[in-house]
């Protein structure tokens, strides 16, 4: 079931351009790239831990594991951090993360645009 993000990374943006922090951005894509990384290789555990708490109880009763053949497996190219918030993108699709106390998790990856400001994701995007 594809699931929705709303353009609050577009008004984050427009808000909060400033509170980016150069060392973020590198973080935001490590952790984008570790978890694509992850699924690839099938290693569930790393890519299930990498997911947002919401993002992966938000998985329903098949769990995190059935998941990970529907993450595109594109390298991570690029990563915008706001804040707390991340958008990372590959060739294949874009990814979206949140800055936890023990690092970034993902909260919407196998993202693609339907406009400007809506995104279908195929994991998460609540």
Known sequence: MRKLIVGVIAGALLISTGACSAADSPDAQAAAQAFVTAAATGASVEACALLAPRARDGLGPAGCPPMLATVPRAPVVSASVWGGEAQARSDA????????????????????????????????GR
């Open 93 to 124: 699709d874009t990814l979206f993360l949140h800055q936890f106390p023990e690092g970034w998790r993902i909260t919407g990856a196998g993202c693609h645009p339907r406009n400007e400001q809506v995104y279908d994701c195929t994991v998460g």
